[in-house]
């Protein structure tokens, strides 16, 4: 696949940066007329540069589409209501090709072409883990929106971030006990072979273990494979419940394979929807999935008691009540995840707010007032539900939703809490130096 590796610059309106500027810095009457915003500040201010590691193409390609609109969506909401500080916010959107090394010369790129503010938005684990050590080196605040333990695990620097979404840990510990009193007690894993799956792989079997269950099999596959097949026979005969978690282009090929291969008589499913993520439940060679499960961050499909701050997130952000593009049904989105960019841009809001963040000298302070944040209630702001921040690791913790497959949608039938998926830290990111 060749890399469209341009930069895009996004501002209030879809305005030039410098047009941008010449209208903030007219006179008050004309700044108050309709299709302006009005800032606090001077309005000679300068944006608020936020670059945006985006995975435009490689694996992650489907998460990065949706992580762009969901960003651009937020950006658009934040400005309209004022900007942060009295600036607007502007977004730099840089390609990573959903690569590591890549990430580190998008972030190298961030710092030292667009001055940006902060970086912001990675999802896959090993595209964090190769471009946090530029961030720490450079001293650049890094908020991700990824999912893995590997910032929680203390292993990152104090300018990595994830205080939006939850990570792998606590999930698998949410998840595990309806799993054991739900679908049975023998389990056999299938998981992408790199970080991200290696957090389910290490953290699910002692989840499950607690509950008096068992995995019986671990099946690691590479992700760049596009058959399955042949490790299909790797799943032991006395499998209750097979767990799977895959990610990239090649997912519907996964499932459908699995369907292939039990037909109706196979174990019981519970997947990850990374599983399906961006794919439509109803594709031909799916059927199979019907009376499974799935984890979901935020439900795919608008579901009947959802509240009206969720209605209005999904209005925003352009998915209809199937969670696909308003514009095109067969654009499937990735809503389990995508929301984690919506909730951290508002976290970054609120820490620059707090710390009364001027310019790249207060990056320290930035950091530090995200540390000092805890409870972050349900609404606008935070529409997946209410977030407990735990400053010493840099990780957010929140519910999760177990949904079950019924006539061609997912259903909602069980939410965690989060004090399912706590566990004691075992780093603290605030005794090290800046």
């Given at each position: 696949?060749?890399?469209?590796?341009?930069?895009?610059?996004?501002?209030?309106?879809?305005?030039?940066?410098?047009?941008?500027?010449?209208?903030?810095?007219?006179?008050?009457?004309?700044?108050?007329?309709?299709?302006?915003?009005?800032?606090?500040?001077?309005?000679?201010?300068?944006?608020?540069?936020?670059?945006?590691?985006?995975?435009?193409?490689?694996?992650?390609?489907?998460?990065?589409?949706?992580?762009?609109?969901?960003?651009?969506?937020?950006?658009?909401?934040?400005?309209?209501?004022?900007?942060?500080?009295?600036?607007?916010?502007?977004?730099?959107?840089?390609?990573?090709?959903?690569?590591?090394?890549?990430?580190?010369?998008?972030?190298?790129?961030?710092?030292?072409?667009?001055?940006?503010?902060?970086?912001?938005g990675t999802l896959f684990s090993h595209v964090v883990v190769g471009s946090a050590p530029a961030a720490g080196?450079?001293?650049?605040?890094?908020?991700?929106?990824?999912?893995?333990?590997?910032?929680?695990?203390?292993?990152?620097?104090?300018?990595?971030?994830?205080?939006?979404?939850?990570?792998?840990?606590?999930?698998?510990?949410?998840?595990?006990?309806?799993?054991?009193?739900?679908?049975?007690?023998?389990?056999?894993?299938?998981?992408?072979?790199?970080?991200?799956?290696?957090?389910?792989?290490?953290?699910?079997?002692?989840?499950?273990?607690?509950?008096?269950?068992?995995?019986?099999?671990?099946?690691?596959?590479?992700?760049?494979?596009?058959?399955?097949?042949?490790?299909?026979?790797?799943?032991?005969?006395?499998?209750?419940?097979?767990?799977?978690?895959?990610?990239?282009?090649?997912?519907?090929?996964?499932?459908?394979?699995?369907?292939?291969?039990?037909?109706?008589?196979?174990?019981?499913?519970?997947?990850?929807?990374?599983?399906?993520?961006?794919?439509?439940?109803?594709?031909?060679?799916?059927?199979?999935?019907?009376?499974?499960?799935?984890?979901?961050?935020?439900?795919?499909?608008?579901?009947?008691?959802?509240?009206?701050?969720?209605?209005?997130?999904?209005?925003?952000?352009?998915?209809?009540?199937?969670?696909?593009?308003?514009?095109?049904?067969?654009?499937?989105?990735?809503?389990?995840?995508?929301?984690?960019?919506?909730?951290?841009?508002?976290?970054?809001?609120?820490?620059?707010?707090?710390?009364?963040?001027?310019?790249?000298?207060?990056?320290?302070?930035?950091?530090?007032?995200?540390?000092?944040?805890?409870?972050?209630?349900?609404?606008?702001?935070?529409?997946?539900?209410?977030?407990?921040?735990?400053?010493?690791?840099?990780?957010?913790?929140?519910?999760?939703?177990?949904?079950?497959?019924?006539?061609?949608?997912?259903?909602?039938?069980?939410?965690?809490?989060?004090?399912?998926?706590?566990?004691?830290?075992?780093?603290?990111?605030?005794?090290?130096?800046?």
């Amino acid at each position: 696949m060749t890399e469209n590796r341009k930069s895009t610059i996004l501002t209030p309106h879809g305005l030039t940066r410098r047009n941008a500027l010449k209208g903030l810095g007219a006179a008050a009457g004309l700044i108050a007329a309709p299709g302006f915003v009005r800032y606090g500040q001077a309005q000679s201010s300068e944006p608020i540069k936020i670059g945006f590691q985006c995975h435009r193409t490689g694996i992650g390609a489907a998460y990065g589409r949706w992580y762009e609109r969901t960003t651009t969506a937020a950006a658009k909401l934040i400005n309209e209501a004022g900007g942060i500080n009295g600036r607007p916010l502007e977004i730099i959107i840089e390609d990573d090709g959903t690569d590591p090394k890549r990430g580190a010369e998008v972030v190298e790129k961030f710092a030292n072409q667009h001055k940006v503010d902060l970086v912001y938005g990675t999802l896959f684990s090993h595209v964090v883990v190769g471009s946090a050590p530029a961030a720490g080196e450079l001293k650049m605040p890094y908020y991700v929106v990824s999912e893995g333990y590997h910032v929680a695990s203390g292993k990152m620097n104090r300018y990595c971030v994830q205080p939006g979404i939850t990570d792998v840990k606590a999930q698998v510990r949410s998840v595990a006990p309806w799993i054991a009193n739900n679908l049975g007690k023998k389990i056999t894993l299938i998981y992408p072979d790199y970080a991200f799956g290696h957090d389910h792989r290490d953290f699910f079997e002692p989840a499950i273990q607690a509950q008096g269950g068992q995995v019986v099999a671990k099946v690691p596959i590479p992700p760049t494979e596009t058959s399955f097949t042949r490790y299909l026979p790797q799943i032991p005969s006395d499998t209750d419940v097979i767990y799977h978690v895959m990610v990239g282009p090649a997912v519907l090929t996964f499932v459908k394979e699995l369907g292939e291969f039990f037909g109706n008589s196979g174990p019981q499913l519970f997947g990850f929807i990374d599983s399906l993520e961006a794919v439509d439940i109803n594709s031909p060679g799916l059927e199979f999935l019907d009376g499974s499960h799935f984890w979901e961050g935020m439900p795919r499909y608008a579901q009947p008691d959802q509240p009206d701050y969720v209605s209005f997130y999904r209005e925003t952000v352009g998915i209809d009540e199937n969670g696909a593009s308003v514009d095109d049904p067969k654009d499937v989105s990735t809503a389990a995840h995508m929301f984690g960019c919506w909730e951290t841009l508002y976290v970054i809001k609120a820490a620059m707010e707090a710390s009364g963040y001027a310019g790249p000298g207060d990056r320290a302070k930035l950091i530090e007032a995200t540390e000092a944040m805890t409870e972050m209630e349900a609404g606008r702001e935070h529409p997946q539900g209410k977030k407990r921040f735990n400053g010493k690791i840099h990780q957010v913790f929140g519910e999760q939703n177990i949904s079950r497959v019924e006539g061609g949608r997912l259903n909602v039938v069980h939410r965690t809490s989060i004090e399912d998926g706590l566990y004691e830290p075992e780093a603290d990111y605030t005794t090290m130096s800046f």
